[in-house]
């Protein structure tokens, strides 16, 4: 009976060694706009204007406010790398140079808080970490959990 355990043992040591070796599951990342925001749709070229604050209203006169996550996410970096086409320098520096136009938060609920209550917010936040307070834009005419969505 002893041997048994043992070998038991080792089968669960050896699933767990190549379990921890697996990479993690990608983060879905989604672009959330406040409730009262009627764009249900943005092209990702127009979605890269937003955040890089070259458009700052949208079609209705409402000014534009940028939300998201720190450089510490690295969810959020990945995503923007994607759509800037910036390397993880660039990115820095860009953050740098537009701190004062981007509003930056350290988690997905504190993002969420902010785009809910001010008009024209538009924030990155993880697919899971989204609540029934804010409305799912699509990019490209494609949901967060599509295939071929931009931010994976």
Same mark, same amino acid.
């Not at 669960?12 to 959330?32: D, E, G, K, N, R």
């Not at 995503?79 to 136009?101: I, Q, T």
């Given at each position: 009976?002893? *041997?048994? %355990? ?6 669960? %040591? ?5 379990? =921890? ?5 990608? +983060? ?19 979605? +890269? ?5 070259? =458009?700052?209203?949208? #079609? ?8 998201? $996550?720190?450089? =510490?996410?690295?969810?959020?970096? =990945? ?6 086409? %910036?390397?993880?320098? /660039?990115? &820095?520096?860009? %953050?740098?140079?537009? $701190? ?18 001010? #008009? *024209?917010?538009? *924030?990155? @936040? ?6 029934? &307070?804010?409305? @799912? @834009?699509? @990019?490209? *005419? &494609?949901?967060?959990? /599509? ?6």
């Amino acid at each position: 009976m002893p *041997g048994v %355990f043992m070998q038991l043992r080792r089968l669960l %040591f050896a699933i767990l060694l190549i379990l =921890s070796a697996l990479p993690c599951a990608a +983060t879905h990342m989604a672009v959330v706009v406040d409730k009262a925001n009627s764009a249900g749709n943005l092209a990702s070229a127009d979605l +890269t204007k937003i955040l890089q604050n070259m =458009s700052k209203n949208w #079609p209705d006169g409402r000014k534009v406010t940028v939300v998201l $996550r720190d450089l =510490s996410s690295t969810e959020t970096e =990945s995503a923007l790398e994607k759509l800037f086409k %910036f390397s993880s320098d /660039e990115m &820095k520096a860009f %953050f740098l140079a537009h $701190r004062s136009s981007i509003v930056t938060v350290h988690s997905d609920a504190e993002l969420l808080k902010i785009v809910e209550s001010t #008009p *024209g917010a538009l *924030g990155l @936040v993880d697919v899971y970490s989204i609540t029934s &307070k804010v409305n @799912v @834009v699509k @990019v490209d *005419g &494609k949901l967060p959990l /599509e295939q071929g969505y931009l931010l994976h």
